[in-house]
């Protein structure tokens, strides 16, 4: 079938397609593109070739089953993802966290804005030439993804942030390592500032390409740094506050004109910005419950299970390197007190009969979370722009509908706009300071 | 200080100056194919973050000999499906598999490639094989860079010894 | 300007067309008659409530009850941090209702995806077409009675499923 441009396209003008595939392109996305000369006079966007089918797979998985789609979404910054999800079921549900936990949640989510930001960066100078700044970017990632590692147990794909808490506390050693990582982290943005800012090609291709007015951006629904590119101050964080971010110190960095190279520079601020509120958090945070160090001392857990059918087990007991950070003493920082919303502790689980039925009540079918009738929107800020959940329940412990804001729909429903006029070159440097993640677009 | 002279341990060697070796030609043949994959990322999703970091720096699949990105089908030998295939997608891979020039080799990366992975839906192909054939299959949710090197190594053992398609061979 | 005064300022002037006013979860809710959303959402938009930000756009679907689909559309204002849900019920026979792409720019790709996975039908959309799926699909898959694993392939596959 003809698409629209075929239809409506001049039959002396040409029409080329890039995508889905394309060398220049990250991610699966088709545009075809109407060209008198090398000038881009209409153009069209296709999306659609990373359709996972999210909403109705949640909608036949439990709540607590389908974090882990939540993951996927944007899947450079999954705990950001996770954390959207999890305060929606929070509000309906009217849970109150930990500190420790919101501070936890704060820590984890900055990291994964700055890992976030750096792949954008680093596909957008990719997708430029500029091979050196990418490099350099992805180090910097690996160096936040080894922490988030270390804490979550996992790179990318971490399922953390749980509803009521977080899965596990924070990692002993975090504050050196992450002293180390931000001091590379600030090297490398320094690096780059050097590398990019004054350079002639860099400005040719982004400066005054593609530049979106406040009120365009406004219009299309923009978040994030394309929308404080184009001069609004609208950050979810500041508008509001959600966790602990109304005690910390932070500015929210605008651009000036709304081109590319501005929504470039936001990023690279943002990015600064969010490294100052770790250390913050890594100041402010309150103590652990539990012993800081690792649970060296303790009781093997076979010899708790053996213990436990005779008598009632009163010692700490020592955990699978595995579950490093969720041992019971450690749940008061970490987790809420109801415990209808939560796992209870592997150690209850397996030593008494308390803790097999609240496992069996968690997790058996029509038991577990299940939210009062009615819907609820909530959002918090991603990487790039508002993500929003809009949660319907009917009571039960499915979710009716489950639907996100997903914040790079709607910047690359704009991008048709923006591209208008410019020549073929100026699509890469445009797509790529959009930031288009294709979970989160198509989900 | 005088010139110093070449030093050889072997005197056959200094008969035959440049120095040989025996092996079959299917051996030396599979030998220079597996360290020159040209490779084409057909990224779609998740998996390729992970691709990304390998690819890079840090773990650097270069040493390999797979450094070699290119962005057109018809100059590579292996294909690099990383990240979930949808219904709408699967037309374009098949296209971009058919392109390929003989031989050519397909590693299938991450769970959604095996066989649909947690996305069980009316919008995803249940595994790539059900597309095109697949030499070495990554398990993992992504996998972690380690195991992208891992299924490279794997895929230059199986270019090593398996018979190989010559020109002049399949002519008779 | 407060949340409380748009809803009291909306009580007055369309006193006919809002016909709930609610709350859930703390967030404001009003359900308005079909024919008069595309007029509500102009004067949110233009006077000093300014809610300039259409949010999210989007449908659901409750078989089974009468009227059976539900629009849900999310507006927010940037300069009074204000936020507002608005419903609408629409009857599976007449699945019709305006399309607000005379307002907003994003609500183009927003309407196609509802039409996609639901088949609402948006009046003097320019555009309306599939989003996510591809032509020759049949049927829409966020409705309740499609079935989630119901899968039509584009191209024949080298063996079927299993199961």
């Given at each position: 079938m003809p698409t629209r441009l075929q239809n409506e396209a001049n039959k002396e003008n040409l029409l080329i397609n890039m995508g889905p595939?394309?060398?220049?392109?990250?991610g699966t996305i088709r545009i075809m593109l109407e060209l008198d000369g090398e000038k881009i006079l209409n153009s069209e966007v296709e999306v659609?070739?990373?359709?996972?089918g999210f909403e109705k797979t949640c909608e036949h998985k439990t709540f607590f089953n389908?974090?882990?789609?939540?993951?996927?979404?944007?899947y450079v910054s999954p705990l950001i993802n996770n954390l959207g999800y999890v305060m929606t079921m929070e509000k309906m549900l009217g849970i109150e966290t930990p500190e420790r936990s919101q501070y936890i949640r704060v820590i984890l989510c900055e990291l994964s804005r700055v890992s976030d930001h750096l792949t954008a960066l680093a596909a957008m100078t990719m997708e430029c030439g500029a091979f050196t700044a990418f490099l350099y970017y992805i180090q910097a990632r690996e160096e936040l993804w080894n922490i988030i590692e270390e804490t979550?147990?996992?790179?990318?794909?971490?399922?953390?942030?749980?509803?009521?808490?977080?899965?596990a506390d924070l990692h002993p050693d975090i504050k050196t390592r992450l002293a180390k990582a931000t001091k590379i982290n600030r090297r490398v943005l320094k690096d780059n500032h050097g590398l990019l800012d004054k350079n002639r090609i860099w400005i040719d291709r982004?400066?005054?390409?593609a530049v979106v007015s406040s009120k365009m951006a406004v219009n299309y629904g923009f978040g994030g740094p394309c929308l404080r590119a184009s001069?609004?101050?609208?950050?979810v964080r500041k508008a509001?506050?959600?966790?602990v971010y109304d005690q910390l110190d932070f500015e929210v960095p605008l651009g000036d004109n709304g081109d590319n190279y501005d929504r470039y520079l936001v990023r690279m601020k943002e990015m600064e910005q969010s490294l100052r509120i770790i250390e913050q958090c890594l100041n402010k945070i309150p103590k652990s419950a539990?012993?800081?160090?690792?649970?060296?001392k303790g009781l093997e857990p076979e010899d708790a299970i053996k213990t436990s059918r005779s008598k009632r087990v009163e010692d700490t007991i020592k955990l699978s390197?595995?579950?490093?950070?969720?041992e019971k003493v450690k749940y008061p920082g970490i987790l809420?007190?109801?415990?209808?919303y939560i796992v209870p502790p592997k150690e209850d689980t397996y030593t008494s009969i308390e803790g097999l039925i609240n496992h069996f009540k968690f997790f058996m079918k029509d038991h577990g979370i299940r939210p009062p009738k009615g819907d609820v929107y909530f959002s918090v800020e991603g990487g790039s722009g508002e993500v929003g959940y809009y949660i319907v329940s009917d009571?039960?412990?499915?979710?009716?509908r489950l639907h996100l804001r997903g914040p790079c729909f709607h910047i690359v429903s704009a991008l048709e706009e923006m591209i208008?006029?410019?020549?073929?070159?100026d699509v890469i440097p445009t797509f790529g300071s959009l930031n288009m993640i294709g979970g989160e677009l198509d989900r | 200080m005088g010139r110093i002279k070449p030093r050889h341990h072997y005197p056959e060697e200094r008969k035959y100056k440049g120095g040989f070796f025996t092996t079959k030609l299917n051996y030396v043949m599979g030998w220079g194919r597996k360290f020159s994959l040209f490779h084409y990322p057909f990224i779609t999703a998740c998996c390729g973050m992970e691709y990304m970091s390998a690819a890079c720096?840090?773990?650097?699949?270069?040493?390999?000999?797979?450094?070699?990105?290119?962005?057109?089908p018809r100059q590579s030998?292996?294909?690099?499906?990383v990240g979930t295939i949808s219904q709408k997608e699967a037309p374009v891979l098949r296209t971009v598999y058919e392109q390929m020039c003989e031989p050519k080799w397909v590693i299938a990366c991450g769970a959604c490639t095996l066989s649909g992975g947690i996305y069980d839906?009316?919008?995803?192909?249940?595994?790539i094989d059900k597309i095109i054939p697949v030499d070495v299959f990554i398990p993992g949710c992504p996998p972690r860079p380690e195991t992208i090197l891992d299924a490279i190594e794997k895929l230059q053992d199986k270019i090593q010894y398996q018979q190989q398609d010559w020109r002049w061979k399949s002519k008779k | 300007m407060e949340i409380k005064k748009v809803i009291e300022e909306l009580k007055v002037k369309f006193k006919d067309d809002i016909t709930e006013f609610s709350k859930q979860f703390g967030d404001d809710v009003i359900r308005v008659k079909r024919e008069s959303l595309r007029d509500i959402v102009r004067f949110l938009k233009k006077?000093?409530?300014?809610?300039?930000?259409?949010?999210d756009l989007t449908c659901v679907d409750y078989m089974g009850?009468?009227?059976?689909f539900e629009m849900v559309y999310h507006l927010y204002s940037i300069s009074n941090k204000n936020r507002l849900r608005i419903k609408i019920r629409l009857d599976e026979n007449d699945l019709k209702i305006d399309s607000l792409t005379s307002l907003w720019g994003n609500a183009n790709w927003l309407e196609r995806e509802v039409f996609d996975m639901f088949g609402v039908h948006f009046n003097e959309h320019p555009d309306l077409r599939r989003l996510f799926m591809y032509d020759g699909?049949?049927?829409?898959?966020?409705?309740?009675?499609?079935?989630?694993?119901?899968r039509q392939p584009i191209i024949p596959m080298r063996y079927e499923d299993a199961d």
């Open positions: 595939s394309h060398p220049a392109m990250h659609g070739y990373l359709h996972r389908l974090l882990p789609y939540t993951d996927r979404l944007n979550t147990g996992a790179r990318m794909t971490t399922s953390y942030i749980r509803i009521g808490g977080v899965r982004t400066r005054d390409v001069k609004v101050n609208y950050d509001q506050p959600y966790l539990g012993p800081e160090e690792l649970l060296i390197p595995n579950l490093e950070g969720s809420t007190e109801d415990k209808k009571g039960t412990d499915k979710p009716f208008k006029g410019h020549y073929v070159a | 720096a840090h773990w650097d699949f270069d040493r390999f000999g797979v450094g070699m990105t290119t962005f057109s030998d292996m294909l690099f499906v839906n009316y919008a995803v192909v249940q595994g | 006077t000093p409530h300014n809610f300039a930000m259409l949010l009850e009468e009227p059976r699909f049949e049927g829409y898959p966020l409705r309740k009675d499609y079935p989630l694993r119901k």
